[in-house]
């Protein structure tokens, strides 16, 4: 064998050793890539499957025309509900210190501030109940209570400022619909009227309440 066909060989083999080695790193780093790939598309199935974080629910027992209620409302439950939407669900049941007469045509009412309270009452009940959106309804019902002395008349005005379903609650207030939904809220503040003296109530589940009565 002369020295030149061996140098040609060795030669050869440099070039194919050096082929060999960058295959290999080119493979590496594909393999690498695709492995980042499949983490990626397991992560998020991963984080699908942690629970949800549960809300804290508040029941907030109240009257339209409680000056107590109102604070409460504006100044505290508001406030806090645009702070943690995620993570306060609120429960509204307007009624107060009100009597449900069951008559043969429905229910009539006898509210602590008089007929208009009870007008006022049965409207927020409606609005309750035709609003689904959470943060829409606690914005529609914490304007109306603002000045609930005129309801009808709160209610258009507030109904101007908030897309809301105005003719479903009009019509929900004039018709025995009202004021089977604020009877059915006279049961459940009957229901803790045997824990709770009267003011608005807040009730987190788990927690005592201890509110004392704010009107004689």
């Keep these: ?15 194919v ?26 992560t998020p199935s991963s984080q699908k499957d942690k629970p949800a974080r549960q809300k804290v629910h508040i029941a907030v027992y109240y009257e339209a025309l409680c000056p107590d ?49 009870c007008q006022a009452n049965i409207i927020h009940a409606c609005s309750i109940d ?9 914005q ?12 009808v008349e709160i209610m258009n005005t507030c109904a101007a400022d908030i897309s809301v379903d105005l003719e479903s609650i009009r019509t929900c207030s004039n018709t025995a619909r009202g004021k089977e939904l604020l009877a059915k809220y006279g049961e459940m503040t009957s229901a803790l009227v045997s824990r709770v003296s009267f003011g608005h109530a807040p009730t987190p589940p788990g927690a005592r309440n201890s509110l004392q009565s704010t009107e004689r």
């Design 1 to 15: 064998m002369g020295l030149g066909s061996f140098r040609w060989r060795l030669v050869i083999i440099l070039i």
């Design 17 to 42: 050793g050096l082929l060999l080695w960058q295959t290999s790193k080119i493979w590496l780093a594909f393999l690498q890539d695709d492995a980042a790939t499949q983490e990626l598309q397991v």
């Design 69 to 117: 209620s109102r604070s409460f409302v504006v100044k505290q439950l508001g406030p806090t509900y645009r702070k943690l939407p995620d993570s306060v669900e609120v429960e509204l049941i307007p009624y107060g210190k009100a009597t449900t007469v069951k008559t043969n045509n429905g229910y009539e009412f006898v509210c602590q501030h008089g007929p208009i309270e």
């Design 130 to 138: 035709v609003i689904k959106e959470p943060s829409t309804r606690l």
């Design 140 to 151: 529609f019902i914490t304007c109306m209570i603002e000045n609930n002395i005129e309801p």
